[in-house]
């Protein structure tokens, strides 16, 4: 039987109108993974799926290589092993020396690998194509943290973040090597290896997603990085990737949850240098000529102990393993480049919490806390002047204990993120998530309801503050709405002119809070300052 040509037609409508849903089965040249169906949310899940080969032995502190070719069709149903983590800082000054202890052990658990580079993707089964991408960082000081969360079982989960687009994305979530696997420093990892390593493994990452992501049915063209805490950090990194001029572009917008930005030292300079001295010294690599090599070729349960080890060394709060200035990736300190305005990125959309400094300070301290010592211990280099400037600063925040909260949280995650607001001239948005008491991290469970439950279980505001962020990922811009219930009024773009901000927030008979505000001008002041010694915070 002949069909007729308006038959025809009606057939090829069909197929535009209900795209064939995507394949379980990927071919990414050197694997094959087959994913599976959440029959829960009607996602494809590809899970633990190889981005880059092992970093062990001789790829220790080295640049991310291409996964080896892996026969046949790997299953993509399990989360990926979570890479090493390291202890954080817990003592109660500073282990470096002035300008002006005790340790503890963490026991492992089977689940951790130095192979961990790795990454997860979620894409919708609607088989709609050229689909925005997400990538979400996560975040833990650079020293902790995994695709599956921080413990194994509060799980980052992509299908939260489609749910909330409204099946209008795709989900990436990566892993990246961390602590003294992902960040060791000085003169002869530079010589005989690579600095960043954990930067290096995003970028790979974000690399892996321009090739494949249209296997999932993404847009390498459409994609926004997303991270909280140091992931934020990651996210603030990769900004300034390359003196802002990563070629070809990885992603077109940025979102920063928490941003972070601890002292970043020259690779070389006395921190890192003191750092490696350490890691070799607990590596039992002193006596060798050739320290690297020998890092290289120890056990990895001696180097989990130097992670944990020079890790819980730290002062409180802080963390030791982090990003530096290698001269390469990340050519000079991260408010220089940004004061510059050389940001990668189209678009910028940044949240901020109340009290973002409260769990980074040992609030047991609140009878003993000075302002000028701490000052000192949180950022070694400052010189006395400084010490005395900052203290004037805060001398009006109200106790001690609570100038140190109001010192940690501004210096570190606040003001980095006006920092990038100007870098992207009317281009950002800025929020800020006030739901009491407004701490570190207390936002992630209202888009990634996977790691626990919201502290204010709202639907409303859940939907409205998750949205938000898909949104601006889709579009670039929060007020473009694809949910039609979605109450937040219109968001104006933070500028030096206006200087909007939206606030999520609550009152006190519990009714939702959504409307703009005005940044504070005695914050901007005291971001101003923390701009002026960014040299001797070393940021």
């Known amino acids: 039987m002949r069909l007729s040509v308006t038959f025809l037609v009606f057939l090829s409508s069909i197929a535009i109108t209900y795209a064939a849903p995507p394949s379980t089965t990927v071919d990414l040249g050197y694997a094959k993974y087959q994913g599976n169906l959440n029959s829960a949310t009607g996602n494809l899940e590809f899970l633990g799926m190889r981005y880059a080969g092992a970093p062990t032995g001789t790829f220790r502190w080295r640049a991310p290589q291409l996964p080896q070719a892996t026969p046949g069709t790997q299953q993509a149903n399990a989360f990926p092993n979570r890479c090493w983590e390291a202890g954080q800082g817990n003592q109660p000054v500073a282990p470096f020396p002035l300008r002006s202890g005790s340790r503890q052990q963490k026991r492992a658990v089977p689940d951790f690998s130095e192979d961990c580079l790795f990454l997860n993707v979620v894409t919708p089964a609607s088989g709609e194509k050229n689909l925005p991408v997400v990538v979400w960082i996560h975040g833990g000081g650079y020293m902790a943290g995994s695709a599956s969360g921080f413990s194994g079982t509060d799980v980052f989960d992509g299908n939260d973040l489609v749910r909330q687009a409204g099946g209008g994305v795709v989900a990436v979530i990566i892993q990246y090597r961390l602590g003294v696997f992902g960040f060791l420093a000085g003169q002869k990892v530079h010589d005989g290896g690579a600095l960043n390593a954990g930067l290096l493994d995003q970028q790979f990452a974000l690399q892996w997603v321009q090739r494949h992501i249209g296997k999932f049915n993404g847009d390498p063209r459409k994609v926004t990085i997303w991270g909280e805490s140091a992931g934020a950090g990651s996210v603030l990194q990769q900004l300034v990737a390359n003196g802002g001029h990563t070629t070809p572009p990885l992603f077109r917008a940025a979102i920063t949850s928490s941003t972070f930005l601890p002292s970043q030292y020259a690779f070389n300079d006395r921190v890192p240098e003191q750092l490696f001295s350490e890691v070799v010294q607990i590596a039992g690599c002193s006596s060798v000529v050739d320290t690297l090599a020998c890092l290289r070729e120890a056990d990895v349960n001696a180097l989990q102990q130097a992670n944990t080890d020079v890790g819980n060394s730290g002062f409180f709060g802080t963390f030791i393993f982090v990003p530096v200035v290698d001269g390469h990736l990340i050519t000079e300190r991260p408010t220089q480049l940004i004061r510059q305005g050389k940001v990668n990125g189209q678009a910028f959309l940044s949240m901020t919490n109340t009290f973002e400094g409260a769990l980074f300070v040992n609030l047991s301290t609140a009878a003993t806390v000075r302002t000028p010592p701490y000052l000192a211990n949180l950022f070694p280099d400052f010189r006395d002047a400084d010490v005395i400037a900052g203290t004037a600063q805060y001398a009006n925040r109200g106790a001690p204990i609570d100038q140190a909260v109001a010192i940690m949280g501004e210096s570190i995650f606040i003001c980095p993120t006006y920092f990038l607001l100007r870098a992207f001239g009317g281009k950002g948005f800025k929020g800020e998530f006030a739901i009491p008491p407004g701490g570190h991290g207390q936002d992630v469970a209202f888009y990634f309801p996977s790691t626990g439950a919201p502290s204010f279980n709202n639907t409303v505001f859940i939907n409205n503050f998750a949205q938000s962020f898909l949104n601006f990922a889709m579009s670039l811009d929060p007020n473009v709405k694809w949910d039609p219930t979605n109450t937040v009024p219109q968001w104006a773009r933070w500028n030096e002119q206006g200087k909007n901000e ?38």
Do not use: I, P, Y
């Open 502 to 539: 939206m606030l999520f927030n609550k009152t006190d008979a519990g009714a939702t809070v959504f409307h703009s505000v005005t940044t504070s001008t005695a914050l901007l002041e005291r971001c101003d300052f923390w701009e002026s010694v960014s040299a001797f915070s070393v940021q």
